[in-house]
T-cell receptor
Framework: KAGVTQTPRYLIKTRGQQVTLSCSPI?????VSWYQQTPGQGLQFLFE???????NKGNFPGRFSGRQFSNSRSEMNVSTLELGDSALYLC??????????????FGQGTRLTVV | GQNIDQPTEMTATEGAIVQINCTYQ??????LFWYQQHAGEAPTFLSY??LDGLEEKGRFSSFLSRSKGYSYLLLKELQMKDSASYLC??????????WGAGTKLIIKP
């Protein structure tokens, strides 16, 4: 079956602009999480969506937002881009429900560069 | 606050054994995961521990001590393709994954 698909793979934006990233989870997976990855900082949790509802949220400013559609596809939006937003944005999907041994499957990520 | 600590970088020789440590302080504990991430690629699942002890899976083993807030990933018979970053993540009481910054493993011939 198809894996987690993120689009676009690469993006260059100017400071002050806004950007929308897309994630299509594995078929049947209803949980989608978003992460920001920068060198030396590791994976920083942005938010998690389950059945179109935000279930968890990390410590990011309100410029970062997301949503999930009825088909479990998710989008995240960053408004008023700053240079520090340059990073790899990863999406991960997992099986239905909330189990502790739920393995997360990652997409290839979107590399965002803000200039 | 919640914190996951791993060494930033390690170097090992092809054919040898390497142990990557991870210590954690989290709000609750619902399991610990290890992921492998090659440069430019997505992280992929390696192992999951929720009970104390050693879990072996081929050349890779993962150990957990909940009382010490400690885990390690043991890689045996190292191959060049094992050069990657290894990420430790703990699932907290809210079933949220808390990630370490990752350990970059460099394998030398």
């Amino acid at each position: 079956k198809a894996g987690v698909t993120q689009t676009p793979r690469y993006l260059i934006k100017t400071r002050g602009q806004q950007v929308t990233l897309s994630c299509s989870p594995i078929s049947g997976h209803r949980s989608v999480s978003w992460y920001q990855q920068t060198p030396g900082q590791g994976l920083q949790f942005l938010f998690e969506y389950f059945s179109e509802t935000q279930r968890n949220k990390g410590n990011f400013p309100g410029r970062f937002s997301g949503r999930q559609f009825s088909n479990s596809r998710s989008e995240m939006n960053v408004s008023t881009l700053e240079l520090g937003d340059s990073a790899l944005y990863l999406c991960a999907s997992s099986r239905p429900g909330q189990g502790s041994n739920t393995e997360a499957f990652f997409g290839q990520g979107t590399r965002l560069t803000v200039v | 606050g919640q914190n996951i600590d791993q060494p930033t970088e390690m170097t090992a020789t092809e054919g040898a054994i390497v142990q990557i440590n991870c210590t954690y302080q989290t709000s609750g504990f619902n399991g610990l995961f290890w992921y492998q991430q090659h440069a430019g690629e997505a992280p992929t699942f390696l192992s999951y521990n929720v009970l104390d002890g050693l879990e072996e899976k081929g050349r890779f083993s993962s150990f957990l001590s909940r009382s010490k807030g400690y885990s390690y990933l043991l890689l045996k018979e190292l191959q060049m393709k094992d050069s990657a970053s290894y990420l430790c993540a703990v699932m907290d009481s809210n079933y949220q994954l808390i990630w370490g910054a990752g350990t970059k493993l460099i394998i030398k011939p």
